[in-house]
C-alpha cells in the first residue's frame, strides 16, 4: 500500500493547475491467441499445450509543457488458459516518469515508478513472456521521487544538490529483500568560462533499508578532469574514495581510486574514451567507442562496477529497441520529444519487440562486481531495419566476502558468466505490411559446479495495419535450453495472433 500511494502521488503532483500542460491521452487494447505445446517449459517428457487468451486493455498519457514533462503507460494483462484455469492471472504492468521545474531555473523534481514481471533465476525457465507458467518470473515493483537544486555561479562553474528516495519490492521475497533508499549527490562541475580544462567534484551517500537482512551503505567523492591536447584529444584523470558497508565484505571494500586516460572526439558523431585505474578490488578499466552516421549507428562499450540486484532495476535499459533507434531517427528529429514520439510510433505500427537480448538481472541479496562488454549496430534503410547487439557479462562476489542466505545464483558459484548475441530484422513490405524476424543465443555459465545453459530464441512474423488506429500480427516462437544439468533442458513451440486498437 505505501508502494501504491507514493506511485499515485506522482500524477497528481505533475498535474497541477500551475502548469497549462498539453496532454496525450490514448487508450489502447490488445487481444491475443497463443497455442503453445511448452505451457511450463518443461523438459520434454513433462510437456503440456494450452491455449491462453491475452486481454490487455491499456492506457497511454504523455503531457509536455515549458516546465513540466510527464509520461506514463498501464496496461495490465489479463491471461486465460483454457485447460489450467488455476494458472488465471492479472499481471499489473506500469512505466511512469516525469520531471517539474518547480522553481524556474533553481528546483526540479524527478519522479517515476514501474510494475512489471521478470525472471528470478538464470537456473530456472527463461520466457519473456507471462504465458509460461514456469514458476521463475515474479512481479517487482520500483518508484523513486528525487528533488534537485541547480545553481549557476557565473560562468565558472555549476553546482546541483539532489536527494533520492526509491523504492523496491517484490511478489517473491525469498531472494532479494524489500527495501528503500535514500541518496544525497552533490555536484560540482565547471561552467563555460572552462575551455582547456573542464573538471567537477562529486559526491554521493546512499543508506538502502532492507526488511530481512542488514542494512548497506555507500559513500562515494570523486574529482574528474580533462585537459585539451588537441582540438580533438583530451586527457582523462580521475581520483577519490569509496566505502561500500554492509557488514560482511570488510574493510577492503574502504580505499583510495584514480584513473586516468584519453578521450577523441573528430566529429560530433563519433567519441572513444579509455581508462585505466585501481580500485578496493584491483584493476580497473573502461572503454567507450560510439558512431552515428545518417543511417547507422555504432558502439562498443566496456564498464566495472560494483552494484547490486536492486540497484541494477534503477539503471536505465541499454538494450531497449527504441534507445536504438532514437540514435537513428536524430537526423529526421532533431527535437527529443518528437523523436521519442517518432520512435514509439514506429515501433507500434512495424511490431518490433520492446528490447534484444541482454544480460538478465537475475535476483540476489549479494552485492557484486559486475564486468560488462557490450558492442551493437543498427541500420536504418528505406524498407529495412536492422539491429545487432553482442554482450559478455560476468558477475562475481568480491573477494573477501561472505555468500549471503538465500542469495540465489550465487549459492551455485562466485561467478556467473552471460554470454549472447541477438539480431533483430525489420521490414516493410507495402505501408501497411511489416515482417519481422529476429534471433538470440545465450550461454550461462556457472563455474563453482560446472554448468552450463545454452539457450536459443527464435521468432518470426507478420504484422498489418488495417485501418490508422487498427493493426493484427500472426508470429512463432521457438524456445530451447540446452544444459548439461539433467532436467534443465526443454524446447517450446508457439503460435501467437494479436489484434491491436488504439482508440
Known amino acids: 500500500m505505501r508502494f501504491l500511494s507514493m506511485s499515485a502521488a506522482l500524477p497528481a503532483l505533475l498535474s497541477c493547475p500551475a502548469w497549462a500542460a498539453k496532454w496525450d491521452v490514448v487508450p489502447t487494447l490488445s487481444v491475443g491467441e497463443t497455442y503453445t505445446d511448452n505451457l511450463s517449459l518443461a523438459p520434454d517428457a513433462l510437456k503440456r499445450r494450452d491455449w491462453v487468451t491475452q486481454v490487455t486493455p491499456g492506457i497511454s498519457i504523455a503531457a ?12 495490465p494483462e489479463y491471461v486465460y488458459y483454457a485447460r489450467g484455469q ?9 512505466n511512469a516518469t516525469g520531471n517539474a521545474e518547480l522553481a524556474k531555473q533553481l528546483l526540479f523534481v524527478d519522479a517515476g515508478a514501474n510494475v512489471n514481471q521478470y ?13 509460461n507458467t514456469t514458476g521463475n518470473r515474479t512481479t517487482a515493483k520500483t518508484f523513486f521521487v528525487s528533488p534537485y537544486l541547480v545553481r549557476d555561479f557565473g560562468s565558472a562553474a555549476r553546482g546541483e544538490a539532489r536527494f533520492a528516495y526509491n523504492v523496491w519490492n517484490s511478489d517473491d521475497t525469498t531472494v532479494l529483500s524489500d527495501s528503500e533508499a535514500n541518496r544525497i549527490s552533490l555536484r560540482l562541475a565547471s561552467g563555460p568560462a572552462y575551455k582547456l580544462l573542464t573538471w567537477n567534484l562529486a559526491y554521493s551517500k546512499e543508506t538502502i533499508n532492507h526488511e530481512s537482512q542488514q542494512d548497506t551503505f555507500t559513500e562515494v567523492i570523486t574529482a574528474n578532469a580533462r585537459r585539451l591536447i588537441t582540438p580533438t584529444v583530451g586527457l582523462l584523470a580521475k581520483v577519490g574514495y569509496e566505502d561500500y558497508d554492509d557488514q560482511v565484505i570488510g574493510p577492503a571494500s574502504e580505499r583510495l581510486l584514480w584513473g586516468a586516460g ?24 573502461s572503454f567507450d567507442f560510439r558512431h552515428r552516421t545518417r543511417l547507422t549507428t555504432w558502439s562498443a562499450v566496456y564498464s566495472e562496477d560494483v552494484t547490486s540486484t536492486r540497484s541494477e532495476f534503477f539503471v536505465p535499459a541499454t538494450t531497449s529497441t527504441a534507445g ?65 547487439n553482442v554482450f559478455k557479462e560476468a558477475r562475481e562476489v568480491l573477494a573477501g566476502s561472505v555468500v549471503l542466505p538465500s542469495t540465489g545464483d550465487f549459492a551455485a558459484s562466485n561467478t556467473v558468466r552471460q554470454t549472447g548475441m541477438s539480431l533483430q530484422w525489420n521490414w516493410r513490405m507495402t505501408a501497411r505490411n511489416a515482417w519481422n524476424l529476429s534471433g538470440t543465443y545465450s550461454r550461462n555459465e556457472y563455474p563453482g559446479t560446472s554448468r552450463i545453459d545454452n539457450l536459443t530464441y527464435v521468432g518470426m512474423g507478420l504484422t498489418r495495419q488495417f485501418q490508422p488506429q487498427f493493426s493484427g500480427s500472426l508470429n512463432y516462437r521457438r524456445q530451447q535450453s540446452d544444459s548439461n544439468q539433467s532436467a534443465s533442458s526443454y524446447t517450446e513451440n508457439a503460435l501467437l495472433a494479436t489484434l491491436q486498437m488504439r482508440f
Open 262 to 285: 584519453f578521450d577523441w572526439t573528430p566529429t560530433p558523431r563519433t567519441r572513444l574514451a579509455v581508462t585505466a585505474g585501481e580500485r578496493f578490488y584491483g584493476d580497473t578499466y
Open 86 to 94: 488455476e494458472d488465471n492471472q492479472v499481471y499489473q504492468r506500469l
Open 119 to 131: 525472471n528470478v533465476s538464470l537456473q530456472g525457465p527463461l520466457t519473456t513472456s507471462n504465458v
Open 324 to 388: 536504438y533507434l532514437e540514435p537513428l531517427f536524430l537526423s529526421q528529429f532533431p527535437d527529443p520529444v518528437a523523436r521519442q514520439k517518432a520512435v514509439e510510433e514506429f515501433i507500434a505500427r512495424t511490431g518490433l519487440p520492446p528490447s534484444l537480448g541482454a544480460p538478465l538481472n537475475f535476483f540476489s541479496n549479494q552485492r557484486f562486481l559486475v564486468k560488462r562488454w557490450q558492442a551493437s549496430a543498427g541500420l536504418l534503410g528505406v524498407r529495412n531495419v536492422l539491429i545487432a
Open 64 to 75: 509536455t509543457e515549458a516546465r513540466m514533462r510527464f509520461n506514463a503507460t498501464y496496461a
